[in-house]
């Protein structure tokens, strides 16, 4: 499904990733794990197409999407909900999950059903704006936006970070969902150990700008977290 092959990149000659490699298979929740500052941010940036890698190439579906613009990434099926969720505080619920419509292929012109069968407080706060909401119901808006233009490939960078515990389950609960009943493939950077052994995959562990531990998440034994995860 996605393929980064030797991905390097670098902000004003500080290398933030040093010739990565991972494959994300089709239909599985991958865990990209780390330290704070070890690049995983910049790793989910490139793959969208909001950064470009200095080196490396980046395939989905087995086309190169390297030097394509993130505009046509979003319409091929990618999709990120940023760190810090990046929701638009001074317009609608409504208005934030129309924005999500311009990526679809379909053109479709109104907000899908199932959105609001995924996230049942977005159709009960439509009208509200959006900076007041709740941190966990921006993160349901952020996740609901992205899933608004039909994605294939789901990306999500710390979707737990800053929310309370039961809105963490029921976000777990619905990307198991995605992957179930929509075939879905989700990629996220996550902190959160015990959410990445009940609906994780697959890890990756990034440190210094490298791979340096993978595997399948029942895996992911304390001696691994305390080398690469602990501060």
């Given amino acids: 499904m996605l393929k980064v092959d030797n991905i390097s990149f670098s902000y004003d000659h500080v290398k933030i990733l040093n010739k990565i490699n991972l494959e994300v298979p089709d239909g599985k929740v991958v865990c990209l794990m780390g330290r704070n500052g070890v690049g995983k941010t910049t790793l ?17 579906n087995n086309s190169d999407i390297t030097h394509l613009p993130a505009m046509y990434r979003a319409r091929s099926g990618l999709a990120l909900v940023p760190q810090g969720r990046m929701i638009f505080p001074r317009i609608t619920v409504k208005e934030n999950l129309q924005i999500g419509l311009s990526a679809r292929k379909d053109n479709l012109k109104i907000i899908p059903n199932e959105i609001y069968e995924l996230f049942p407080i977005l159709r009960d706060m439509a009208h509200r704006k959006g900076g007041n909401l709740s941190g966990g119901q921006q993160q349901q808006l952020a996740i609901g936006r992205a899933l608004v233009g039909d994605p294939k490939v789901l990306l999500l960078d710390e979707p737990t970070e800053g929310i309370q515990p039961n809105i963490i389950q029921s976000i777990g609960h619905v990307l198991k969902s995605l992957i179930t009943e929509k075939k879905m493939t989700v990629v996220l950077v996550e902190q959160y150990v015990d959410f990445i052994k009940e609906f994780g995959d697959l890890f990756f562990i990034i440190n210094k700008g490298q791979v340096v531990s993978s595997g399948k998440t029942r895996n992911l034994n304390d001696n691994l977290v305390q080398e690469h995860l602990s501060v």
């Fill in 44 to 60: 989910l940036r490139n793959i969208v197409g909001l950064e470009n890698p200095s080196s490396g190439k980046i395939f989905y």
